[in-house]
């Protein structure tokens, strides 16, 4: 294993990243803070939803702002890097085995998505105001969970930046990340989904759903949630099948 | 001490559309076929790019890799660089077999695409900093290397500005800086100066002369002859995937029978014709291109003019069209394949 050059690559994707911070993070936040603000301010605040709908809403917020940040982070450099302008070539011509570059791009995006994640509390914290009944009584809990959330938005990002092309990008947002989201029991318990049992079950296959449930877990544990041992052990175990599956693609792609 | 090359029976089949989209590669639409399996929904395409080469290049020597589009010029860059991993056969960089020692042949070696794949996220001095810092070089060092390096390829005043921003042969320029950063043994080179204006052509010619000089081996590809006469040591001339021949520049030249080649048309060309043809004072070779043409090869070319008239009107046939091509390697790539190299 050569860390110069492992370093040198790593720093090569924060020094790219850093110029375009204020952008990326506009990107990624965006949305999900409006969406806070206005389900967890405006519908709240004029009764139409109970204030106890904000600690709901606060742990899945965060939970798909990583997501999305990590996957975006690895995904669409890197459609854009294996495509025409093959610009990742130098870097597989780098002194390294082809897959420490996959693991680096993993990191990499795993640091974005713990950025986005540190941003977005407070400023979800701020935007849904008093009443926000969260906990953080269990910071290390708290912390391996935000680990294990930001290597699934990173290595899901690599897996599905080696699957798509350029010109699916719309698609791969309208047919895998929305339904994902959607159905990632961010805006509401998982429990909540108990009058359609087929669905209840159905979306346990979606990674999301952990990672919301977790965090949810963690930080409302007074809200319904999937027991703690049961998210992050999916968790643990669809992360390593993800990594698996990321580098094994990326390793294909690299060589033709 | 230099890095020499060896180059084992390759062979190279795409089962997938080949990556010309991708890396620009060339490939072969001669030898295709399907192997329709019944259970096989989708019928599998296969292209043979390359078929059985063998070659070897001693350290320090320029190398030249001569031949059409899709003759598998770049597949066999893309196999010695790692990027194109072979189907059988095996390559050595120096004592490295590449393709299962990587991350060694990987170092000692520098690649300059076909179409320049900067990195376009950096600035034009970024990419060479970073590229130093790939191959593990002090911040010092890469600093003082890319400056060097933006001095020669006359890039100093674009060193601030992004990639992306760059005219393609400015890009093409920065491409070569790349990949001579790390000071690599061994330079690949596909098809350096398409694109290039040719006074930058010139400048690179220079540089890839004097890189050669400080004992590097150096493989290029290319399909101009000119630069293939002018720069390479020796070279090797592919086709459909196959070394059709070998030698320096002047052996290859003086392998064609005669030199000249007279690319001749009648309004018909009976046998009688082509028979006379052959007859003629200098002439070595007749080939018959088509039922009106034929291909002659002699030892003169304008002389000849006159006794073909006469050898066509004795024959019956008018003469329509000739060309004389003067001794060159286009002529040898002819004799050898029966198409010019830009057909």
Redesign the interface.
């Known amino acids: 294993m050569n860390w110069k050059t492992f370093y040198a690559l790593l720093s090569r994707d924060g020094h790219v990243a850093r110029r375009s911070l204020v952008m990326v993070l506009v990107q990624n936040l965006l949305q999900p803070l409006l969406f806070t603000f206005v389900f967890g301010r405006v519908l709240t605040s004029g009764g139409m939803m109970q204030a106890g709908f904000k600690s709901v809403l606060l742990p899945g917020v965060i939970a798909i702002s990583m997501v999305i940040a990590g996957v975006q982070a690895v995904a669409m450099p890197l459609i854009t890097e294996f495509q025409f302008s093959r610009e990742i070539e130098d870097r597989l011509l780098a002194p390294i085995e082809n897959g420490w570059l996959a693991v680096e791009k993993i990191i990499a995006g795993m640091i974005q998505a713990l950025v986005a994640g540190l941003v977005v509390i407070p400023a979800a914290w701020l935007m849904m105001g008093s009443s926000t009944n969260i906990s953080f009584a269990h910071p290390f809990v708290f912390a391996a969970f935000c680990l294990l959330v930001a290597l699934l938005a990173a290595a899901g990002g690599l897996a599905l930046g080696c699957s798509v092309g350029a010109t699916q990008i719309g698609l791969m947002f309208s047919i895998i990340l929305t339904p994902m989201l959607m159905f990632g029991c961010v805006y509401y318990p998982w429990s909540f989904l108990r009058a359609f049992p087929g669905l209840q079950y159905a979306v346990l296959l979606n990674p999301v759903v952990y990672a919301s449930e977790g965090l949810r877990g963690v930080l409302a544990p007074q809200v319904p949630h999937i027991a703690t041992w049961i998210t992050a052990s999916a968790l643990a175990a669809i992360d390593l099948g993800v990594i698996a599956l990321g580098i094994k693609k990326f390793r294909k792609k690299a060589v033709s | 001490m230099g890095i020499g090359i060896r180059i084992e029976n390759l062979r190279k089949v795409?089962n997938s559309p080949?990556?010309s989209?991708?890396?620009g590669?060339g490939f072969s639409f001669g030898p295709t076929r399907s192997s329709g399996g019944r259970k096989e929904k989708k019928k599998k395409i296969e292209i043979l790019a390359l078929d059985g080469v063998s070659l070897e290049i001693p350290a320090g020597e320029i190398f030249g890799l001569l031949g059409p589009n899709g003759a598998g010029k770049s597949t066999t860059i893309?196999i010695l660089?790692?990027?194109?991993?072979p189907t059988s056969g095996r390559v050595f960089v120096g004592e490295f077999d590449v393709w299962k020692q990587?991350?060694?042949a990987?170092?000692v070696?520098g690649?300059v695409?076909q179409?320049p794949?900067?990195?376009?996220?950096?600035t034009t001095r970024?990419?060479l900093l970073?590229?130093g810092?790939?191959?593990?070089q002090s911040a010092r060092e890469r600093a003082r290397r890319a400056d060097e390096q933006l001095e020669k390829f006359k890039l100093t005043d674009r060193a601030g500005q992004m990639v992306r921003e760059l005219s393609g042969g400015l890009m093409q320029r920065l491409s070569i800086a790349?990949a001579m950063m790390h000071d690599p043994e061994v330079l690949f080179l596909d098809e350096p100066s398409a694109g290039l204006d040719p006074q930058t052509r010139l400048m690179l010619w220079e540089i890839v002369r004097g890189y050669g000089s400080l004992g590097k081996t150096i493989v290029l590809t290319t399909h101009y002859m000119d630069e293939a006469d002018e720069l390479c040591q020796r070279l090797a001339i592919i086709d459909h995937g196959k070394i059709i021949a070998q030698g320096t520049p002047r052996e290859l030249k003086s392998s064609i029978p005669g030199g000249y080649v007279l690319r001749v048309r009648f309004d018909r060309a009976p046998e009688e014709l082509l028979r006379q043809l052959r007859e003629l004072p200098g002439v070595t070779e007749v080939h018959s291109t088509d039922p009106t043409a034929a291909d002659i090869y002699a030892d003169r070319g304008g002389p000849l003019i006159g006794p073909i008239v006469n050898a066509a009107q004795a024959a019956g046939a008018e003469l329509h069209d000739v060309h004389i091509q003067e001794p060159s390697l286009e002529n040898l790539f002819l004799h050898h394949t029966g198409r010019s190299l830009r057909e």
């Open positions: 795409y080949p990556p989209v991708a890396g590669r893309g660089t790692t990027r194109t991993e990587q991350v060694k990987k170092r070696i690649v695409p179409r794949n900067l990195d376009f996220a950096l970024e990419v970073f590229h810092a790939y191959f593990g790349r």
